[in-house]
């Protein structure tokens, strides 16, 4: 029964460190650096825990009635930690860090009060192995060894089952508190149940009969060699016995670091991965305690057996690497086989379980083998039961060494590959000295056939066994593609918390993080990138839209572009960028001509922080903050697009700052995007919304008052130059791009009936993975304006351009371009002008508007049908996109009756309906759509009748109707299929009785 559970413990550990890396993260930083701080936190509280018991447990005789406390303890803890951390980060963020500002006092407060915090629970955690071993062991009813690997096996196999339970189940059930709380809630059972037990089996007679000395050996598990042993020898063995489970452990988890890393390079770098992974580890961990279980008993030299298995272990390690090479042709294959559904993802995460059990279960198993092999061979040679508690000290110390060991000395120097063959050869070498040391003590064949096998495989892996570092660098798990021979790789390191890369594919150079590319820039001589669009406008709506934007900070590195961009104005004084990975800022040097501000200009500077970390340390207030971090799917980044992020920006702006968000609406779903976007909404109600190409959006939230586009940007003659080559040459081609304001994303938000994205709730981390993989897009927003009906307008009094603003038709400004399609369109039928340029960029509507010119002119003869749906989609293509004169020039009714007397009555009722839309005649408007939605209107196209619906709820609406949209999806939607502008019509019930009309609001 203790063994079941001692199951639910190492399940219940393994939430709570699953859990705290992700509070802890929002006070160190998500980067991979912080995360493995974390773990050290954790480990070095094991060690404490385990190395008081070792030095106390000889005083206590009932240690499962020990054991029954320290559980109901941790369950106390566990309960309590949520409403702890939201105190001391008040606490921390509004009276501790504003006084130490940024200083290294500062950074010391966040790390000792972040440690501070989980350090009972870990201390507590950490003697509950020791606890539970010995207090079984005093039974004397098992051998040692098997006593041993079968709770290490409980205990791990519980821990690699509540890795994915926090993960897969409680996380997205019930947030980080609800996943503390059962965690909790597990412990309590446990207190209880194992002070049952303690109490009804008599456990306190157990400690006379047992244990007679600090060093004697337990009652009924000490073999005859054991007894003969001297103490000088004993020592000697637990010097050498403890030695070896250090190094190993520190090796162990520079595997674990090193799989990980080359893994999110295959696999993508996700929560889902990583937890995957650790179970993996964890799995293999376990079955190794079972071997030891079941095979203890007949291993008669226990010692030399662990040498052998050290060995092992390495050589396993070893043919990771080849298996981690392989690994990217394989997700290529899955990626080719799997279609991007809800179903192909969990094929996929299934299969990227199966990558990891293959690279990591081998290893590790070894590596589960070595804890109870070097306690069992101490308590055989005559070591007590505190023996217990060292060795699990020792084993957690070495894991911490080997964190930092991995991190911040191997990878760095060596790279990841190179640095999971050096811990690989340290196992190796540390069986080697076990077997000269202990046994056999001297070069048996078997012993120099182990050696040599190893030497030749290390070899082996280092000659042809690596990873070719431009499949690493492919981002092979995106869209199943391995590097092409267009693609040269000019850079590659792997740094501290990420590999960087820089290709160049034809004339552009990427930068990308773990193969996932964050930008693409050309020369200036070539055509621009879509990239370059967004982050020239990342620099330049703040310098557009603040009155004095001095101070400035940035979040991300990127290519530098954006950096670059704001320091093409003179008036920022300062500008701070805050980048995780010095590597990134190195490889980014490549794009030299395009970002070399960034790097020359006195007022730039770069800080390799964690943003949250760097922001959370007392900085002082900026004018503007503009956030740019990697895609909100890669583990850790979406933290930065909750509402306790943007409390903290908020707190770092003064009074009339300025956030500028950048956000990607390509593998991302309306729904995810709705929770980001109500986040922000949360701290920054006055913000509104821009969309930078086909892709991209960027929301700017005004502290204070949303100010006017002004020309700033363009009154510096080198970023002018800059602007224009990607499109913006002047104030008008801001303006275009922007979508709506405050009451347009507030009703995206409720469209969607969005929680606001909170760091205790990850459902952004947990879910867009699979909108990843299944290439979702998030549309609505583009379309509110891109489909050409006046929604925004009707509602939130958005004002089209007039026809003499000037704007650049960009291939890549999809708003710019429909402007000046409109203009166009509506010239060459008012005779100003021909259709010679539409026809270039939008042959559609050009053949629209020939058609329509030539039945004006009588060059036609009438096609009810053809022409019905030829003007359909020209007020689809102008309707929310001109200003109120033009519109009305192009649908003058009595031109159209002059210029085609054989217009039917449809075609005319047709007519003044957009007339009156642009005329905002409501009730006119609403009676002509209700006419062309009945039976007397025509045999209209779905396509055709859909539109007449949303113009008719939004001329309801306008004109202040109750109940406007469900009395029309109730009267006409019904029978009207969900076509195009199905989007629309869910985005205007949602506005509905929400939000005040344009008319309504008094605007």
Known sequence: MLNALFVLSGFSALIYQSIWSQYLGLVLGHAAYAQTLVLMMFMGGMALGSWLVSRFSLRFSRLIGIYAVVEALIAIAGAGFHPLFLAYSEFSQSLVLPALKDTGWATAWQWGSAATLIAPQTVLLGATFPLIASGILRFGVARDGEVLGMLYFTNSIGAAV??????????????????????????????????????????????????????????????????????????????????????????????????????????????????????????????????????????????????????????????????????????????????????????????????????????????????????????????????????????????????????HLLMPMLGVSLSIVVAATADVLIGIALLRGVSPRRWTPPVLLAALAAALLLAAVVRIGLPDRAHQASGVFRHGQLNSSAKELLYYKDGATASISVAQTGRQLSVATNGKPDAGLTRMGDEPTTDEVTMLMLGSLPLALHPNPERIALVGWGSGLST??????????????????????????????????????????????????????????????????????????????????????????????????????????????????????????????????????????????????????????????ELRRVGLNGVDDLKVRRIGGPASLKTFVQRYGAEPHSDFHPTVALAAPAKRFERQRAALLPQLVAQGMPVLNVLECRHPLPAAAKVTPDPFGQMARLHVDAIEAANTLLGKQSTAELYRRNSELAETVTMLLAFRRGLLPLDPVALREQLGVLAGSTLGLLDADVQKGLWNVADWQRAAPGLTSNHLAQIELYSAIASADWGKAAAKARLLLSPEGGNASARLREQYLVLGMLAAMGNGEQDAVSNWEHDFGKQLPRGPMGGLRDYIKAWDKVEPTCTAAGR
């Open 162 to 407: 509540g890795v994915l339970v926090a993960t897969f189940v409680l996380l997205p059930l019930w947030g980080m508190a609800g996943a503390l709380w059962a965690a909790a809630a597990i412990n309590a059972v446990l207190a209880m149940s194992t002070a049952w037990l303690s109490a009804s089996s008599g456990e306190a007679r157990w400690h006379s009969s047992s244990i007679s000395s600090d060093t004697s050996s337990l009652h009924g598990s000490t073999s005859v060699a054991g007894a003969g042993t001297s103490r000088t020898e004993l020592r000697r063995l637990a010097v050498l016995l403890l030695s070896a489970t250090f190094f190993s452990s520190a090796a162990s988890f520079a595997y674990e670091i090193g799989w990980v890393r080359l893994l999110n390079q295959a696999l993508g770098t996700t929560l889902h991965g990583f937890e995957l992974m650790l179970a993996a580890f964890i799995a293999g961990l376990a079955l190794g305690g079972l071997w030891v279980r079941r095979r203890a008993a007949a291993v008669q030299d226990v010692a030399r057996y662990a040498g052998y298995v050290q060995i092992a272990m390495g050589a396993s390690a070893l043919v990771s690497v080849p298996v981690l090479a392989s690994s990217f042709s394989w997700v290529a294959w899955i990626m080719g086989a799997l279609a991007p559904s809800e179903q192909g993802y969990l094929l996929y995460s299934l299969a990227t379980a199966v990558i990891a059990i293959l690279v990591m279960v081998p290893a590790a198993f070894f590596a589960g083998m070595t804890l109870p092999l070097f306690t069992t061979a101490l308590l055989r040679k005559g070591a007590g039961e505190r023996a217990i508690g060292q060795i699990y000290a020792a084993n957690t110390l070495g894991a911490i060494v080997g964190v930092l060991a991995a991190v």
């Open 564 to 721: 670059h961009t704001v320091l093409g104005s003179s008036v920022p004084k300062q500008v701070d960028t805050i980048e995780i990975e010095h590597a990134m800022w190195e490889g980014a040097k490549l794009f030299n001509e395009r970002n070399w501000r960034a790097y020359e200009d006195p007022r730039s500077k770069v800080h390799f922080e964690d943003a949250r970390r760097f922001l959370g340390a007392g900085v002082e207030p900026y004018d503007v903050l503009i956030s740019e971090p990697s895609n909100p799917w890669v583990s850790g980044v979406a933290s930065l697009f909750t509402k306790e992020f943007y409390a903290i920006a908020k707190r770092h702006l003064k009074d009339d700052g300025l956030l500028i968000q950048w956000i990607h609406l390509y593998e991302m779903s309306d729904a995810l995007l709705a929770e980001m976007v109500g986040a922000l909404l949360v701290e920054f109600p006055n913000s509104e919304v821009y969309l930078t190409n086909f892709a991209d959006v960027i929301v700017v939230g005004a502290k204070g008052k949303l100010g006017e586009v002004s020309a700033e940007p363009w009154r510096h003659a080198q970023l002018a130059n």
